[in-house]
Structures are given as C-alpha cells and as structure tokens.
C-alpha cells in the first residue's frame, strides 16, 4: 500500500518544547510556531531565562528548565550549540524517552576561511542524539533556516524548504506537518539519519552564500 506523500498528520495539538529555546534559532521557532497557533515550551538551563524568553515572546509560550520541558512536550526541538548537544541529551534520557526528538543541531567549526562542518564520530549530531537516546524517536530537520529570519517579525513568510530525516514515516511526517504550518516553509522528507551529515554540513555552504551575498539564503528543493 502507498501513502500519498503530499497527505500529513493535523499536528496542531501537539506541544512542542525548544530546549536551548532562549538562543537564536530556538527563540525564533519557538515564535514561528507559536504564531501558527501550536503550543510552545521554551527550555533552558535555567527556569528563569526560559521564562524571560517566553515573556518576550507571548502568543502563549511558557518556559521552564529543560527537564520540565520535555517532560511537558510532544516534540522536542533540540537548539543548544554543538558543544553542549551530547550533554544536554544525556542528562535529558529519561525525560526524553517516547518523545519525538528533532535535532537541528550542524556541528560545524569556523577559521580564517570561513565555516566548515565537523563530523561527529557517530556520523552527525543526529546519529549522535539516535545513539544516547535509544527510547526517543528522534529526527533531523530546521537545519537550513535563518534565525535572523525566524525572529524578524515584520517577515510574514519563510520561504524554504526544510529537509525532514528520521527512520519512521509516522515521525517525518509528523515533523514536516510541523514545517508546513509556518506561512512560506514546507517541510520534505530527505531519508534516513544516515544521511544527515550531508544536510547538517550543508550549512557551511549556506554560510558563505550569506556572507558574500549579504543574505539569509533558504533551500528550495523542486519538482517536489
Ligand atoms: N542560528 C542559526 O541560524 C541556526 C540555524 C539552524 C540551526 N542552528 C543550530 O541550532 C543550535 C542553536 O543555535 P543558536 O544560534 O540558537 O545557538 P546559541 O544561541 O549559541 O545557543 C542556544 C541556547 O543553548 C543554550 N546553551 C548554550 N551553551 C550550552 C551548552 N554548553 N549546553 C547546553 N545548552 C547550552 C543557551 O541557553 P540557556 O543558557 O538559556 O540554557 C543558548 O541560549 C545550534 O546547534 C545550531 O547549529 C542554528
């Protein structure tokens, strides 16, 4: 039996919890989100930060430690730097168990030339999130999105596509229904975690279109 590939799941009862919710790209879809009318909990390290962050966002955001969000949510957004990813998510494996991860985390390093991706030794950050959650259901995708963008809020649309990676349909369907309810973003499934270092090392690329062009470069796939 087929599925139709273009027929996702209605997500909009779903929590979705931002850990590292309080910096850029949490902050910013956290705000996305929320403007599309999903319930959002945003995570930090501290209680107190999430919920300044949370605050300042309204649309009905709450904000509590990152235990206590992911407890609380459906989804669970993993936004913290690369440095702190395999901590974060060791310390959250009993909270995290049974949730539907998203990893949008690109390990990369900067020099003299510019940006260049890191490969994790699990193969990505999302193998390396699959390996110390081995109860999540966790995923990959919201790699290729300006959180310069995302926090702009007089930009009504984000125009990109956002490349979904997981090992259930169930989960990638979940989380590309999730994109599609931002205006202008369609979420499109790009296969197995196997493949997410490909995707997460991209960024590197869209780093240096940004910096010679002055942009904030999306990714459109076609014919999709
Ligand atoms: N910025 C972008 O445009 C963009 C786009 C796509 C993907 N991403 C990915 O999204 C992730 C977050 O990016 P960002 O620019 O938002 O980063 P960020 O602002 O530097 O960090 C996000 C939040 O993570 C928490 N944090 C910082 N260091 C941590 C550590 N060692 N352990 C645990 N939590 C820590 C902080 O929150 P608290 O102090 O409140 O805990 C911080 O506000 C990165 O992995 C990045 O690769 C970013």
Redesign the pocket.
């Known amino acids: 039996m087929t599925t139709d590939p273009y027929d996702l799941p209605d997500v909009s009862g779903l929590v979705v919890g931002v850990?590292?919710?309080?910096?850029?790209?949490?902050?910013?879809l956290a705000l996305r989100l929320a403007r599309a009318g999903q319930k959002v909990i945003i995570?930090?390290?501290?209680a107190e930060?999430?919920e300044a962050?949370a605050a300042e966002l309204g649309l009905g955001v709450e904000g509590a430690d990152?235990a206590e969000c992911a407890r609380r949510s459906d989804v669970v957004i993993?936004?913290?730097?690369?440095?702190?990813?395999a901590?974060?998510l060791t310390a959250l494996r009993e909270e995290l168990r049974g949730k539907l991860v998203v990893d949008?985390?690109?390990?990369?390093g900067f020099d003299k030339k510019g940006a260049y991706a890191i490969k994790p030794e699990e193969g990505s950050?999302a193998e390396q999130a699959a390996a110390l959650l081995p109860e999540s259901r966790v995923t990959a995708a919201?790699?290729?999105?300006?959180?310069?963008l995302?926090q702009d809020e007089s930009v009504e649309r984000i125009d990109t596509d956002v490349m979904v990676l997981g090992e259930k349909r169930a989960d990638t369907d979940i989380v590309q229904a999730l994109a599609a309810r931002i205006p202008g973003m369609r979420g499109v499934f790009a296969g197995r975690l196997r493949g997410a270092h490909q995707v997460?090392a991209l960024?590197a690329n869209l780093i240096s279109v940004n910096r010679r062009y002055k942009a904030h470069a999306g990714l459109r796939v076609t014919d999709v």
């Open positions: 850990l590292g919710g309080t910096g850029d790209q949490g902050r910013g995570g930090s390290r501290a930060r999430a962050a990152n993993i936004a913290v730097p690369w440095d702190g990813h901590a974060t949008c985390v690109n390990p990369l950050a919201f790699h290729h999105l300006s959180a310069v995302l997460e960024v």
